[in-house]
């Protein structure tokens, strides 16, 4: 990634995470009770696991990937980079997964949205901080892997993408909560379409490509016949 594109990955991380913190802070309470785009997850569980997500960006931005056969101070070469970081898979969450029950348990003992509310502005300023304030072309470790922190918050940019549509999946149309926004969701297209090895039909709408790529609506008869050889590949389930 060269540094001119480095740069514009923190950048366009930290305006999709911005984005969507807004869009929590702006919830009505009532909101937090409704469906989001993530099965078998209420609103309030979704803003939960954002507050995991923020801990998790600022554990891994200050887990610099040091030490290795070079020994103490010398960076290991990255070995994954924003597509390679997602393990794929087809089969949808089916809500038994440990850490999943946990956050939905964890989301219901906040009781008060305004607790979530202000956890996730707390810890999701820190995040934002943190990304702003690491260097692009330095090298961090998560999940077992190394890879620059250009790519780490690229890939970030999908999650925060997919989540906002979560986000307001099931909002009624008297809450006026906006969406992610069109380069948000241009970028998170083309890093999912990178990792699926081909684009999606050029026609669609991005907020459908990823819909739909990632499972979370089903094609319709005409979209799937667009799809051609990915129509036996998706849902791109993405963990």
Do not use: N
């Not at 006026?176 to 026609?203: K, M, Q």
């Amino acid at each position: 990634m060269t540094a001119a594109a480095a740069t514009g990955a923190v950048e366009t991380f930290t305006r999709s995470w911005a984005a969507l913190r807004s869009a929590v802070a702006h919830l009505p309470d009532a909101a937090f009770a409704r469906p989001s785009g993530c099965r078998g997850w209420l609103v309030q569980d979704l803003v939960c696991h954002l507050v995991i997500d923020a801990q998790d960006v600022l554990i891994t931005l200050a887990t610099p990937a040091d030490g290795g056969a070079g020994g103490v101070g010398v960076e290991a070469a990255p070995v994954k980079d924003a597509v390679t970081y997602w393990t794929v898979t087809t089969q949808p969450p089916s809500g038994q997964d440990p850490l999943d029950a946990l956050t939905v348990r964890l989301a219901a003992a906040y009781q008060d949205p305004e607790l979530l509310r202000f956890h996730l502005d707390d810890v999701g300023s820190a995040a934002g901080r943190a990304a702003v304030l690491a260097d692009p072309a330095a090298r961090v470790s998560t999940q077992g892997a190394v890879l620059t922190v250009a790519d780490y918050l690229s890939a970030y940019v999908l999650e925060w993408a997919l989540h906002h549509l979560d986000l307001v999946a099931d909002l009624p149309g008297t809450v006026d909560v906006p969406g992610p926004s069109a380069d948000t969701l241009a970028a998170a297209r083309e890093l999912l379409e990178r990792i699926a090895g081909e684009p999606f039909p050029a026609a669609w709408p991005d907020a459908d490509a990823l819909l739909v790529g990632t499972g979370r609506r089903v094609p319709t008869d005409t979209e799937r016949a667009q799809l051609g050889p990915l129509a036996d590949r998706v849902p791109l389930v993405l963990s």
